[in-house]
T-cell receptor
C-alpha cells in the first residue's frame, strides 16, 4: 500500500463547478497534513494546512478524518486559474520529510 | 524577502559527468530538504540537512549521490557519474525547523537535470 494515495484524476470541470479530491494515508502516526498545488513544471506551493477540526480558506475547504486516515479538499466555484495538480502531503512529525501523493490533475474549462 | 533559491534552473550533463545543484534557503531558515521528481511521478524525499549536519539521508541513493550544507554558503546536492535515470526535477525546500506541526516547508523553483 502506498504511503499517500490520491484520486487518479484527471478532473475536467466547467467554471463554477464544485470539485472534491480525496486522499488516504497509511501511517496512523502522521502528525501534519497539507494540500500543495503544483503548476506544470513548477515547484509545489502550499495551498493550505489541514486540521482535525477542518478549515476553510475562501473557496477551499479541507477536512481530516484521523480515524479513517482520510483527507479531502473541496473547491467551490472553480476558476480557470485553479487548473493545476493538487498534491496531498503528509508529515510524520515536525522537522521530517514530507510524503507526497502523486497528485490529482484538475482542468477547469470555460 | 527572497524565497528559496536554486541554481542552475536547467542543467544538461552527459553520462559520466558530475552534476552540482545549489540551494539557498529562505532568510532565517536553517533546515533544508531535497526532493526528486521523476517524470510523471510524485516528489520523493532524498535528504534533510541542517547547517553542517545531515539529519536524515534515508531517501538518498546509496551510491553517487551526496549532499552538504556548510556553515557558509548554499546547500549542495552532488551527483557523480550521472546516468540517464538521474534526469529529473530536483527541488529544495527550507523551513524554520519548528518543533511542532506548524513547521512549513517552502520550495524553490527546482533544477531540471537532463542527462544525455
Amino acid at each position: 500500500r502506498k504511503e499517500v494515495e490520491q484520486d487518479p484524476g484527471p478532473f475536467n470541470v466547467p467554471e463554477g463547478a464544485t470539485v472534491a479530491f480525496n486522499c488516504t494515508y497509511s501511517n496512523s502516526a502522521s502528525q501534519s497534513f497539507f494540500w500543495y498545488r503544483q503548476d506544470c513544471r513548477k515547484e509545489p506551493k502550499l495551498l493550505m494546512s489541514v486540521y482535525s477540526s477542518g478549515n476553510e480558506d475562501g473557496r477551499f475547504t479541507a477536512q481530516l478524518n484521523r480515524a479513517s486516515q482520510y483527507i479531502s479538499l473541496l473547491i467551490r466555484d472553480s476558476k480557470l486559474s485553479d487548473s493545476a495538480t493538487y498534491l496531498c502531503v503528509v508529515n510524520g512529525q515536525a522537522g521530517t520529510a514530507l510524503i507526497f501523493g502523486k497528485g490529482t490533475t484538475l482542468s477547469v474549462s470555460s | 524577502n527572497a524565497g528559496v533559491m536554486q541554481n542552475p534552473r536547467h542543467l544538461v550533463r552527459r553520462r559520466g559527468q558530475e552534476a552540482r545543484l545549489r540551494c539557498s534557503p529562505m532568510k532565517g531558515h536553517s533546515h533544508v530538504y531535497w526532493y526528486r521528481q521523476l517524470p510523471e511521478e510524485g516528489l520523493k524525499f532524498m535528504v534533510y540537512l541542517q547547517k553542517e549536519n545531515i539529519i536524515d539521508e534515508s531517501g538518498m541513493p546509496k551510491e553517487r549521490f551526496s549532499a552538504e550544507f556548510p556553515k557558509e554558503g548554499p546547500s549542495i546536492l552532488r551527483i557523480q557519474q550521472v546516468v540517464r535515470g538521474d534526469s529529473a526535477a530536483y527541488f529544495c525546500a527550507s523551513s524554520l525547523g519548528l518543533a511542532d506541526s506548524t513547521d512549513t516547508q517552502y520550495f524553490g523553483p527546482g533544477t531540471r537535470l537532463t542527462v544525455l
